[in-house]
């Protein structure tokens, strides 16, 4: 059941140009192809085969012929010509009962389309692999006013609509959009003259939301030209917002798809981490016309070839709109709680897998964001020349292909004469290597003594050594640097260098910029990590070498029960205080290290993690910090507001960052008094949702929750936001019952995926409370998944992820979460995806 990489073989028939006609209607769509194929002179098989799930076939014909081909659940086949053919068919679908949200279904009285990785099957029978790629021509019959597919408008008229698209492309890139929407408009010319309408297509109502979205588009559009040379390439681009969405958006030519939570803000309604988001997913999902859409994957196995790139360039996007350093903190904090915890468990997987069996599963931590940080490092090796003209290579040489990481690697390789042989071990081997450091000094010579290891992996019990760029300054003990940032290129087991000529002892800062995701492993004083924290010239150094004194200062009170030492206290009030630091910065470094990853540094040191003495050590931690710089705090939270109106800029959102950290740990010594005055007066979200989740922090706020939903009830996204906070920030005990609660609340749209993420995964996210001892929340969760998995199988298997750290725990921990697992995998009729899931988890599978 599982497909391989080694299996790949090139498709039978090629598709030279397909027409499409959909004949609206909720229960029967009625979808007509014509399809010209013609022999793949490459492949030696000739079985004509093609994708084809829940359709219902009407008719088909070969050249004008009625045929009856060979159905299964899976396809069909049919005896063909040995020339160049086209192919007729007719089938009806159900939009209305689609509730996996692949394929075509309708969202909100709104009909559109997912089908990346496979969903176009459920759409049409059609070779649905990305290496067939063929321009479609595209017709819509209906009443809504927006009828919408890939490409270029051809024609229109009262009830129906064709699009062309020129671009030869892949079926998971096809969409179509039919409802009653509305466009939010703007004009666009490239860099060569070209001009290009941007329309955001929402709601009626919503066009006041749309704003950020078109304005976050055309600074992508921009930047991708002056970046990397690349232009549009259509007389339209259009991105359509939907309340129904199993991720997060969707790059289809020219029609990118998107969860309304990524598309729609205003100041009202969303915070400044929406607007982040929207920024960054925008800017993904244009990024993907050229590495996804023009150059796409041969089969999905290279998911990464285009999933980690885009990730890697909507980084470099993001840095360049906002900041560098702060960016890479946030994209670090992101990859160790996403990525390490699950390179680190029974889900761990290489960043280009070699077998699965539900690709869906795939669209992990790992091929994202673990992808672009190997191309990072491979820019850091090759440098930011070498990068940017490997680059161009790529996209000269292959653009219109259906590629693969070979001729990704293959164009650095030619471009820099490198041989990239050992550094392609980053995209077989899984697991998160471990950097061991030691360190020795005598007569001006300094040597840092490396040692990597990569802990066994499912199915990968012994690993290589990697290359690992490993970015090093040394500061003299006066805290100037001596030594400014050097590559050191690892690519031995164990290996050692040297630094000529110091008058003293250095103090190394290692890793800078975070240069390889591997978990260095270095003992080393609280005074020399505070030195660092007030010393280090690398932004990202500065905050690691606080977060790494939090963490073991965390470690100590919960194993120990030990008392925060005053090196990290002091450090940090430093930091507090020091304004020609970034507000956002200092925000960052202010913020502790979360439950979960404490549990997984403890589980790293071979400590078993106790959720609960971690929650109530980091409560204490909390509380000492407030006590510590209780002068500081109401001034910072005063100076820190931002005069005038609202505006979503970073210089803004990290001053409110700022002052809502020092809301937080205000609100430790005045039990809340300010928290609930800023909640009163607040005039954006991102205050309220500061002072109302400060309030739940500290066990209040009941009555700011009751009239939160009194202001917000009618407004889909900001409730997904008040259901979340609930079941998020529940104190342990008490988080299965406030979820179990949530759950029969009549706004607990279940079926709807930000809903469901709302509150189940709010539940997850909260680690006490998940890993509560009694194993609620575990049964809860369970149950859900249960429930989930035969409507929606893609989400529900996503989400069984909250038990992929089972391994960390004690023993009654372990055989509640087994238990919960192993109900799951016995419900009759599990999906796919599911099966795969718990089955990997379980270590089963
Ligand atoms: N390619 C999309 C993106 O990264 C993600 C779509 C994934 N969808 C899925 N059903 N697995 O922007
Ligand atoms: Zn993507």
């Known amino acids: 059941q599982p497909v391989h990489l080694q299996e790949y073989a090139p498709p039978a028939y090629l598709v030279d140009d397909v027409h499409l006609t959909f004949r609206l209607d909720p229960k029967a769509t009625r979808v007509s192809a014509r399809i010209a194929f013609r022999p793949n002179p490459a492949a030696q098989d000739r079985t004509f085969f093609l994708h084809g799930e829940e359709l219902t076939l009407v008719s088909a014909r070969i050249d004008g012929q009625d045929v009856t081909p060979k159905i299964t659940p899976q396809g069909l086949t049919c005896a063909v010509p040995d020339a160049p053919f086209t192919w007729e068919a007719e089938v009806d679908i159900s939009p209305e009962a689609n509730t996996a949200l692949e394929g075509l ?181 244009y990024f993907h016309n050229w590495t996804g859409n023009r150059i796409t994957c041969r089969d999905w196995f290279q998911l990464c070839l285009k999933e980690g790139l885009t990730v890697f360039r909507d980084q470099q996007f993001s840095g360049d709109m906002r900041s560098h350093a702060v960016k890479r903190i946030e994209d670090v904090l992101q990859l160790r709680a996403r990525q390490f915890r699950e390179d680190n468990g029974p889900l761990a997987h290489p960043v280009r897998p070699e077998s699965y069996v539900e690709i869906n599963n795939f669209y992990t931590a790992t091929v994202y964001e673990k992808g672009a940080e190997v191309i990072g490092m491979l820019r850091r090796l090759v440098g930011p020349e070498g990068y940017r003209k490997a680059l161009d290579l790529y ?32 995209y077989s081997q899984a697991g998160t290597p471990r950097l061991k450091v030691a360190e020795d000094y005598a007569d001006g010579r300094y040597t840092l003594h490396l040692e990597q290891h990569t802990p066994p992996t499912p199915g ?74 007030a010393h280090d010239t690398d932004a990202f150094n500065k905050w690691e070498a606080g977060r790494q004194l939090a963490r073991e200062v965390l470690a100590k009170m919960t ?107 205000l609100s430790r010594l005045d039990t809340g008094d300010e928290a609930r005055r800023l909640y009163a007066e607040a005039g954006n979200m991102t205050e309220t949702i500061g002072a109302l989740s400060t309030l739940l922090e500290i066990g209040r706020g009941e009555e700011e929750i009751e009239a939160f939903y009194a202001r917000w009830s009618a407004d889909r996204l900001v409730m997904d936001k008040w259901f979340a906070l609930q079941t998020s920030l529940a104190p342990p005990q008490r988080a299965a019952a406030t979820a179990r609660a949530l759950t029969e609340h009549p706004d607990f749209d279940w079926k709807t995926p930000n809903r469901f993420r709302a509150v189940i995964g709010g539940l997850s996210a909260n680690a006490a409370g998940f890993h509560d001892p009694s194993g609620a929340s575990y049964e809860l969760v369970a149950d859900w998944l249960i429930r989930l998995d035969d409507v929606n199988p893609q989400t529900a298997a996503r989400m069984s992820t909250a038990f992929e750290t089972l391994g960390r725990y004690d023993a009654s921990r372990q055989a509640r979460m087994r238990a919960a697992l192993e109900r799951i995998a016995a419900k009759p009729g599990l999906s796919r995806d599911m099966g795969e899931m718990v089955g990997r988890i379980l270590g089963s599978g």
């Not at 219109?400 to 004469?417: M, P, Q, R, S, Y």
């Not at 705090?633 to 100076?639: F, M, N, Q, S």
Request: aromatic residues 10%.
């Open 395 to 426: 996209f000269d040489r292959h653009d219109g292909d259906a590629a693969t990481i070979e001729d990704w690697l293959k164009v650095f390789e030619d471009v820099t004469g490198r041989d990239l042989t050992q550094f392609r071990r980053w």
């Open 105 to 285: 279904y309708i969202s909100n009285g709104m009909y559109c389309t997912q089908c990346e990785a496979e969903g176009f099957r459920k759409i049409s029978y059609y070779p649905d692999r990305p290496d067939v790629m063929a321009p479609f021509t595209v017709r819509i019959e209906g009443d809504a006013p927006a009828l919408l597919s890939n490409g270029n408008p051809a024609d229109s008229g009262a009830g129906w609509a064709e699009w062309h698209d020129p671009w030869p492309k892949p079926a998971y890139l096809f969409a179509l959009v039919a409802g009653d929407l509305r466009a939010v408009s703007e004009g666009f010319t490239t860099a060569s003259g070209r001009p290009v309408e941007l329309n955001v297509w929402v709601r009626p109502g919503d066009e006041g939301r749309a704003g950020y979205a078109l304005d976050a588009l055309k600074r992508s559009m921009r930047w991708d030209e002056s970046a990397y040379g690349r232009e549009y390439d259509l007389d339209v681009f259009n991105i359509v917002a939907v309340d129904d969405f199993n991720m997060g958006a969707m790059e289809n030519k020219g029609l990118n798809i998107f969860n309304s939570k990524y598309v729609l803000a205003s100041p009202e309604t969303a915070t400044d981490r929406d607007f982040d988001l929207i920024e960054g997913i925008v800017a993904h999902e």
């Open 559 to 665: 194993t120990e029960d030990a008392a925060p030492g005053p090196a990290y206290l002091d450090a940090l009030a430093a930091v507090a205080r020091d304004d020609t630091l970034d507000p956002a910065f200092r925000a960052l470094a202010l913020r502790l290290p979360s439950e979960d990853d404490l549990a997984q540094a403890l589980a790293n040191s071979g400590i078993t993690p106790d959720p609960w003495e971690i929650h109530a050590a980091r409560e204490k931690l909390k509380a000492a910090v407030a006590r510590h710089l209780a002068e500081q705090w109401p001034a910072l939270y005063r100076e820190m507001a931002c005069p005038g109106p609202y505006t979503p800029s970073a210089s803004d959102a990290g001053r409110r960052a700022l002052r809502l950290t020092a809301l937080g740990y």
């Open 460 to 533: 990968q019990p012994e690993k290589a050594p990697q290359v690992i760029p490993v970015a090093v300054g040394l500061l003299n003990p006066n805290g100037d640097e001596v030594v400014p940032t050097t590559l050191l290129e690892m690519t031995e087991a164990k290996q050692s260098f040297s630094f000529e000529g110091l008058a003293a002892k250095p103090v190394p800062s290692l890793l800078r910029g975070f240069s390889a995701p591997v978990i260095l492993e270095r003992e080393t004083s609280a005074e020399e990590r505070a030195f660092l924290l």
